[in-house]
């Protein structure tokens, strides 16, 4: 049996602009997330954006930072959901 997946503390804050030119609707880049998390695969984590609580799987663009897709529903509860507004996103979690 596999060993039960714990969350693991990640205390990461940015802000970034919202894309929409990309392989998801609507995202943000996670700055230097290769580096913060160790790896460049899939890292589902767990946090706030613009203080409300969401998770997610961050995903790695190719070119080095994770793309971190915003689903419609958190966009429409934060009020923002056009290209180039920006967000405060608050990593809290990893889920391994």
């Known amino acids: ?8 503390p990640l205390a990461h804050t940015f802000t970034a ?10 995202y943000v880049t996670v ?6 998390l ?4 899939p890292v589902k984590v767990g946090g706030t954006i613009d203080g409300h609580p969401f998770n997610a799987t961050l ?20 009020g923002k959901d056009a290209a180039g507004v920006e967000v405060t996103v608050h990593l ?3 889920f391994s």
Do not use: N, Y
């Open 1 to 8: 049996m596999p060993a039960p997946k714990t969350p693991q």
């Open 17 to 26: 602009p919202i894309q929409k030119d990309g392989a998801f609707a609507t």
């Open 31 to 36: 700055p230097d997330s290769a580096e913060l």
């Open 38 to 41: 160790g790896t460049r695969r």
């Open 59 to 78: 995903m790695p663009s190719g070119e080095g930072p994770h793309w971190l897709p915003l689903k419609i529903a958190l966009c429409k509860l934060i």
């Open 92 to 94: 809290e979690q990893r």
